[in-house]
């Protein structure tokens, strides 16, 4: 079993800044990963990372704007979302999944273990 609990969501206005953690009860081994899903959605897959901490993978719609990092030591899995706009506005997610992310893409159903959610809001 995995434990995760993401935290930092908020409001901000369209241009600002925010970074969301992921404290995860087991990181090696796993990857990790971003979800974020508006309300009527499915969940869309935003940033993975591999157990080396150095592969990661974002969606088109945040590449340049948005970092993805993982701290083993302090299992932490961390997202830096900077130009925040409109349609970033969303529930975001962390997820794990056992298998590498190469494998498990941005398909929902890879990851087995989910966070609860921290709502992010951006305001134009």
């Known amino acids: 079993q995995v434990q995760l609990q993401e935290s930092g969501g908020g409001s901000v206005q369209s241009g600002g800044s925010l970074t969301l953690s992921c404290a995860v009860s087991k990181t090696v081994g796993y990857c990790l990963a971003w979800f974020r899903q508006s309300p009527g959605q499915e969940p869309e897959g935003v940033a993975t990372i591999e157990d080396d901490g150095r592969t990661t993978r974002y969606v088109n719609s945040v590449k340049g704007r948005f970092t993805i990092s993982r701290d083993s030591a302090k299992k932490l899995l961390n997202l830096q979302m900077n130009s925040l706009q409109p349609d970033d506005t969303a529930m975001y997610f962390c997820?794990?999944?056992?298998?590498?992310?190469?494998?498990?893409?941005?398909?929902?159903?890879?990851?087995?273990?989910w966070g609860q959610g921290t709502q992010v809001t951006v305001s134009s």
């Open positions: 997820a794990a999944a056992r298998s590498g992310c190469f494998y498990a893409g941005y398909r929902a159903e890879a990851f087995s273990y």
